[in-house]
């Protein structure tokens, strides 16, 4: 897009390169598609995307007069087997950065590289075999079943697209295997969805993921509707789906204990943004970003001793709009630490310098021009 | 505040002034709701007390019967199909469900009054924040249109919402989630009323501004010297803010305690699962506990403790005899105030 400010672009954080894989023809796409990754490799490769929604103005002749910078320049890797969690609050894009990654949505620049193969320049066949690898698991699982539909059809309506994956006479048994993993009894093939609990949908939900075998599964919010008791039941579950099926995870949520179990490692976005990405450990016990620092103090922690010790930052004011975020640095408006410097100058997302040498945990990529080291979470 | 003033001059109910006891009462609780599949049960026998400038939470999952309980309360459950067979909820030593309803109209929005969850709904989209919260001056104080906008306005600062005076004449949906909420609490403030029941006011929030409800809430209660039910799921809000916990399972209260007893020594084996099956943040855990099976149906609640098929310390008499609430001692027989734990083997629980 013309439009598009050079400023989020050049933004780019200093990740590895990208290994991209040169296809001249479809065959050659799709045989590069379906190699497998080495554990441990990079297997999603996310390079600088944007998506702007257009604001547009007149009905007959539509004319753009802004846009909704829902993602504005993001990069991050997923490495096969393991689980990377996004958390933010509402309104920060995590849930745009999942339909750019299914290609639900149009990214309106930057690059998605599966196995190498840029996935938003892909159509035809090589797109569907990509579409096939990358499942996903939705918030609500009271509307994401079509209530019209037997769970034996939900789970396997994917076979209807792919059907060199099931062929015709073993997809029932297969359905029934689904639901076997995802914990439900085989004989519920004929039920409908409103027969089912909240927890039980959600492994519907899981069973229609896993049923082409797919090596990513992106989760947004699949616990956050869920009662507690049964919120433990259904991340167990995909944490046994994770070991038994070698898969990689993109998991979405904004509740931050949870993404601390389940996860390797963890961005947190803010307004469109990366502003710090690490593993569990170092984003939780050495945050250096405010934002982080703010969002994980203003937490509970569920243990009324751990109350007094903790120190809690309460941010003021509200997520800036999306539409005209401010210059500089997106958080500055609710930073404590905001200088000159933050309104004029984007941080970028890399390890600050004085961190650099050091080796201590506080070395990971953060977005902040005063990266500082602070626990909030233990009590002092 | 003006309004301080305006409410003493109320005729205030005549055992007002000499009263003793508990602000509010819940004696034996009993709601039912008629359905085509039959009767469900959702409240079943409940009982508990606030004082002034205290904090009850009362903690339970989704059909717990934690939310019907404040509807009784509030008086604004739907009758029929919902039905309140027993149990008095005496306010300040007066029985709220046996008083004409004219009476129960004087104590409701001015001497109790409510949060609801979701104030994006609650709120009536089509008409201006400053004069549905006028409303509450207008029916209960019959001041002029004039006067309570101005009051509004008086709440909204209170609540701190920036530029009170410009936004006065907004509609909901030009208010973010968060401030959406401030003019709730403002709304039940308006008439500063004894009591507040807050119904999950901070589940639909981002956590950042939770914070900033959750510590707004808790500093007027300190200031108003309000008592205040918090109906929430979150054990987390609930270690930060409640004084005192009643856990609610299948609409009846499992357990009671003050807060910081029930995180330390649970007595119910559904506390102790439902602490064991949330994450932490300040550790990382291996593998989650998880309660096995499902909250059971109000309809065909099982025999016996309710909560006896996921139980997992059931024996037979679990699913014959209803397990009251006991009171909870310490090993060697000494009193533990405010606890109490409705399982036949809370002592092993405990101290087990």
């Given at each position: 897009?013309?439009?598009?400010d050079?400023?989020?672009?050049?933004?780019?954080?200093?990740?590895?390169?990208?290994?991209?894989?040169?296809?001249a023809?479809?065959?050659?796409?799709v045989?590069?598609?379906?190699?497998?990754?080495?554990?441990?490799e990079?297997?999603?490769?996310v390079?600088?995307l944007?998506?702007h929604?257009?604001l547009?103005?007149?009905i007959?002749?539509?004319k753009?007069?802004?846009?909704?910078?829902a993602?504005?320049?993001i990069?991050?890797?997923?490495?096969?087997?393991?689980?990377?969690?996004?958390?933010?609050?509402?309104?920060?894009?995590?849930?745009t950065?999942?339909?750019?990654?299914?290609?639900l949505?149009?990214a309106?620049?930057?690059e998605?590289?599966?196995?190498?193969?840029?996935?938003?320049?892909?159509?035809?066949?090589a797109?569907?075999?990509?579409?096939?690898?990358?499942?996903?698991?939705?918030?609500?699982?009271?509307?994401?079943l079509?209530?019209?539909?037997?769970?034996?059809?939900?789970?396997?309506?994917?076979?209807?697209?792919?059907?060199?994956?099931?062929?015709?006479?073993?997809?029932?048994?297969?359905?029934?295997?689904?639901?076997?993993?995802?914990?439900?009894n085989?004989?519920?093939?004929?039920?409908?969805p409103?027969?089912?609990?909240?927890?039980?949908?959600?492994?519907?939900?899981i069973?229609?993921g896993?049923?082409?075998?797919?090596?990513?599964?992106?989760c947004?919010?699949?616990?956050?509707?869920?009662?507690v008791?049964?919120?433990a039941q259904?991340?167990n579950?995909?944490?046994?789906?994770q070991?038994?099926?070698?898969?990689?995870?993109?998991?979405?949520?904004?509740d931050?204990?949870?993404?601390?179990?389940?996860?390797?490692?963890?961005?947190?976005?803010?307004?469109g943004k990366?502003?710090e990405?690490?593993?569990?450990?170092?984003?939780y016990?050495?945050?250096t970003?405010?934002?982080t620092?703010?969002?994980?103090?203003?937490v509970p922690?569920?243990?009324?001793?751990?109350?007094?010790?903790?120190e809690?930052?309460?941010?003021?004011?509200?997520?800036?709009?999306?539409?005209?975020?401010?210059?500089?640095?997106?958080?500055?408006?609710?930073?404590?630490k905001a200088?000159?410097?933050?309104?004029?100058?984007?941080?970028l997302?890399?390890?600050p310098?004085?961190?650099?040498?050091s080796g201590?945990?506080?070395?990971?990529?953060?977005a902040?021009?005063?990266?500082?080291?602070?626990n909030?979470?233990?009590a002092? | 505040?003006?309004?301080?003033?305006?409410?003493?001059?109320?005729?205030?109910?005549?055992?007002?002034?000499?009263?003793?006891?508990?602000?509010l009462?819940?004696?034996?609780l009993?709601?039912?709701?008629?359905?085509?599949?039959?009767v469900?049960?959702?409240?079943?026998?409940?009982?508990?007390?606030?004082d002034?400038?205290?904090?009850?939470?009362?903690?339970?999952?989704?059909?717990?019967?934690?939310?019907?309980?404040?509807?009784a309360?509030m008086?604004?459950?739907?009758?029929?199909?919902?039905?309140?067979?027993?149990g008095?909820?005496?306010?300040?030593?007066q029985?709220?469900l046996?008083?004409?309803?004219n009476?129960?109209?004087k104590?409701?929005?001015r001497?109790?009054?409510?949060?609801f969850?979701?104030?994006?709904?609650?709120?009536?989209p089509?008409l201006?924040?400053?004069?549905?919260?006028g409303?509450?001056?207008?029916?209960?104080?019959?001041?002029?249109k004039?006067?309570?906008?101005l009051?509004?306005?008086?709440?909204?600062?209170?609540?701190?919402?920036?530029?009170a005076?410009?936004?006065v004449?907004?509609?909901?949906h030009?208010f973010?989630?968060?401030m959406?909420?401030?003019?709730?609490?403002?709304?039940?403030?308006?008439?500063?009323?004894d009591?507040i029941?807050?119904?999950?006011?901070?589940?639909?929030?981002?956590?950042?501004?939770?914070?900033q409800?959750?510590?707004?809430?808790?500093?007027?209660?300190?200031?108003?010297?309000?008592?205040?039910?918090?109906?929430?799921?979150?054990?987390?809000?609930?270690?930060d803010?409640?004084d005192k916990?009643?856990v609610?399972?299948?609409?009846?209260?499992?357990?009671t305690?003050?807060?910081?007893e029930?995180?330390?020594?649970?007595?119910?084996?559904?506390?102790?699962g439902?602490?064991?099956?949330?994450p932490?943040?300040?550790?990382?855990?291996?593998?989650?506990y998880a309660?096995k099976?499902?909250?059971?149906?109000?309809?065909?609640?099982?025999?016996?403790?309710?909560?006896?098929?996921?139980?997992?310390?059931?024996?037979?008499?679990?699913?014959t005899d209803i397990?009251l609430?006991?009171?909870?001692?310490?090993?060697?027989?000494?009193?533990l105030?405010?606890?109490?734990?409705a399982?036949?083997?809370?002592?092993?629980?405990?101290?087990?």
């Amino acid at each position: 897009m013309a439009e598009l400010d050079k400023e989020s672009v050049d933004a780019t954080p200093n990740v590895t390169e990208v290994e991209t894989v040169d296809a001249a023809t479809v065959e050659e796409a799709v045989a590069a598609i379906e190699a497998p990754v080495e554990r441990g490799e990079p297997i999603l490769q996310v390079r600088n995307l944007v998506k702007h929604f257009p604001l547009t103005q007149g009905i007959l002749f539509k004319k753009q007069v802004g846009a909704v910078k829902a993602v504005d320049g993001i990069s991050f890797d997923l490495f096969q087997g393991e689980t990377l969690g996004i958390v933010g609050e509402s309104g920060c894009g995590k849930s745009t950065v999942a339909k750019l990654l299914m290609m639900l949505e149009k990214a309106t620049a930057g690059e998605v590289f599966y196995k190498g193969q840029d996935i938003t320049k892909l159509s035809g066949r090589a797109l569907k075999a990509v579409r096939r690898n990358i499942q996903m698991v939705f918030q609500d699982p009271y509307t994401s079943l079509n209530p019209r539909m037997t769970v034996g059809d939900i789970i396997g309506e994917p076979f209807e697209i792919h059907p060199e994956v099931a062929p015709k006479g073993s997809r029932r048994q297969k359905v029934q295997d689904l639901l076997d993993v995802v914990g439900l009894n085989p004989e519920y093939i004929n039920r409908y969805p409103h027969q089912f609990s909240g927890g039980q949908r959600q492994r519907i939900g899981i069973a229609r993921g896993l049923a082409l075998n797919p090596e990513i599964i992106i989760c947004d919010e699949p616990v956050s509707a869920l009662d507690v008791s049964v919120q433990a039941q259904v991340i167990n579950l995909m944490e046994k789906l994770q070991d038994e099926f070698n898969l990689s995870y993109l998991f979405i949520a904004h509740d931050l204990s949870i993404v601390r179990h389940i996860s390797d490692r963890v961005g947190v976005m803010y307004l469109g943004k990366m502003a710090e990405i690490g593993t569990d450990a170092q984003i939780y016990d050495h945050p250096t970003h405010p934002y982080t620092q703010a969002l994980l103090s203003a937490v509970p922690v569920p243990d009324p001793s751990a109350r007094e010790g903790r120190e809690r930052i309460i941010l003021t004011g509200d997520v800036p709009s999306p539409a005209n975020p401010p210059s500089g640095c997106r958080f500055r408006t609710r930073c404590w630490k905001a200088e000159e410097r933050c309104s004029t100058e984007m941080p970028l997302l890399a390890i600050p310098e004085r961190f650099v040498a050091s080796g201590t945990p506080a070395a990971h990529e953060s977005a902040c021009h005063f990266a500082e080291e602070k626990n909030v979470v233990h009590a002092a | 505040m003006t309004t301080m003033e305006k409410t003493a001059n109320v005729p205030a109910p005549r055992s007002d002034e000499d009263y003793q006891g508990p602000l509010l009462e819940v004696r034996d609780l009993h709601v039912e709701f008629h359905t085509r599949e039959g009767v469900a049960k959702a409240v079943n026998g409940v009982n508990y007390t606030v004082d002034a400038g205290e904090t009850l939470a009362v903690l339970g999952e989704s059909g717990s019967g934690k939310s019907v309980t404040a509807q009784a309360i509030m008086g604004i459950l739907d009758m029929p199909p919902g039905r309140i067979p027993q149990g008095e909820i005496l306010f300040r030593g007066q029985d709220m469900l046996t008083m004409p309803e004219n009476e129960r109209r004087k104590i409701r929005g001015r001497k109790v009054a409510m949060i609801f969850q979701d104030a994006l709904s609650s709120l009536n989209p089509v008409l201006t924040v400053g004069y549905q919260l006028g409303e509450m001056f207008r029916a209960h104080l019959g001041m002029s249109k004039k006067d309570a906008k101005l009051k509004a306005i008086e709440l909204m600062d209170r609540v701190r919402i920036p530029a009170a005076k410009e936004r006065v004449n907004d509609y909901p949906h030009q208010f973010s989630g968060g401030m959406r909420q401030r003019i709730m609490i403002a709304m039940a403030l308006a008439l500063e009323p004894d009591l507040i029941i807050a119904d999950e006011p901070t589940t639909a929030l981002d956590v950042t501004v939770q914070a900033q409800v959750m510590d707004l809430l808790a500093e007027l209660q300190r200031e108003y010297n309000m008592g205040l039910i918090l109906i929430t799921h979150d054990l987390g809000v609930v270690a930060d803010v409640a004084d005192k916990i009643a856990v609610m399972y299948a609409g009846r209260i499992v357990e009671t305690a003050p807060v910081h007893e029930l995180y330390s020594r649970p007595s119910h084996p559904y506390t102790r699962g439902l602490l064991d099956s949330i994450p932490r943040l300040d550790q990382k855990g291996q593998e989650l506990y998880a309660i096995k099976g499902l909250p059971p149906n109000l309809t065909r609640i099982p025999a016996g403790c309710a909560f006896n098929p996921r139980c997992p310390k059931a024996q037979d008499i679990c699913a014959t005899d209803i397990p009251l609430l006991h009171p909870v001692t310490e090993r060697d027989g000494t009193d533990l105030p405010g606890r109490g734990s409705a399982c036949h083997f809370w002592k092993e629980t405990i101290h087990g």
